[in-house]
């Protein structure tokens, strides 16, 4: 698959994607319309959650894929510091961690391609450094954008190429490690907090269906639109909160 194609299908999928958070988004405040205030129509007044709703998802998606093709890095480097060990030039290295990552990943992977691309701009004699802080800055990932910056000065410096390349890769594998224990420990308070943020919604519905004349008189007036109106805010915002105590860097 040629790059443009590879490219057209990405910006598909995320077209898609941003399709489905906004779709998220509606139904979201639909729900929140018809429990909180019985109706439909105060939507409009609640859709700027839809682009609330739109953005976090779109955040979410970010850090994920920095995560995934944080992981394809390392693999790729790691790769290149193989072919270095039997002898390949630095240049070369990377044409064969090209083919190690097609095995692993497919010929349309976006780390295979971002290589491939490494390696066509090789064979017009760039520099590798002015290539990796390209690819560095494209990627928007912390540790490649390090590991860029101390390759262009290991090189200028005559450091220890091949030093560098491993230790890139056992940071990387490192920080992976560290990250998959702490999303092991906190994987359970992350299914509480998704609990926890239904069971407003799910208490109202119950009142809704077993005690509906206790919960009547919230709808339909303005003392219960206000009422609502500050249990809905509250709702949204200690969810919001909630999110972002469960979510650890590192």
């Known amino acids: 698959m040629c790059l443009t194609e590879q490219r057209s299908l990405?910006?598909?999928g995320l077209v898609n994607g941003n399709e489905r958070y906004i779709l998220e988004g509606i139904i979201i405040v639909l729900i929140a319309a018809y429990i909180f205030y019985?109706?439909?129509f105060m939507a409009v007044i609640l859709s700027p959650y839809v682009y609330i709703h739109y953005r976090q998802r779109i955040k979410e998606r970010i850090v994920h894929d920095k995560k995934n093709f944080k992981k394809k890095f390392k693999d790729g480097i790691i790769a290149v510091s193989f072919a270095l060990n039997v002898g390949?030039?630095?240049?070369?290295?990377?044409?064969q961690a090209v083919d190690e990552l097609t095995l692993m990943y497919g010929d349309d992977s976006d780390i295979v391609v971002k290589f491939k691309l490494i390696v066509i701009r090789l064979g017009q004699n760039e520099n590798l450094e002015d290539i990796l802080d390209d690819f560095a800055e494209e990627s928007k990932v912390e540790d490649i954008m390090y590991?860029?910056?101390?390759?262009?000065?290991?090189?200028?410096?005559?450091g220890d190429l091949m030093a560098v390349i491993k230790n890139t890769a056992q940071i990387i594998q490192q920080k992976e490690e560290v990250?998959?224990?702490?999303d092991t420990i906190i994987s359970g308070k992350k299914m509480e907090q998704r609990v926890m943020s239904l069971i407003p919604a799910v208490i109202v519905i119950y009142l809704k269906v077993t005690a509906?004349?206790?919960i009547q008189p919230l709808y339909g007036n303005i003392a219960g639109i206000i009422i609502?109106?500050?249990?809905?805010a509250v709702y949204v915002v200690s969810d919001m909160w909630a999110?972002?105590?469960?979510?650890?860097?590192?």
């Open 243 to 250: 999110k972002r105590i469960v979510n650890i860097e590192v």
């Open 228 to 232: 609502m109106t500050v249990c809905l």
């Open 38 to 40: 019985e109706n439909v």
């Open 10 to 12: 990405k910006l598909q």
């Open 88 to 95: 390949y030039s630095i240049e070369n290295a990377f044409g």
């Open 179 to 182: 990250m998959s224990e702490v």
């Open 147 to 158: 590991f860029a910056e101390i390759f262009r000065y290991a090189k200028r410096s005559g």
């Open 212 to 214: 509906k004349e206790f």
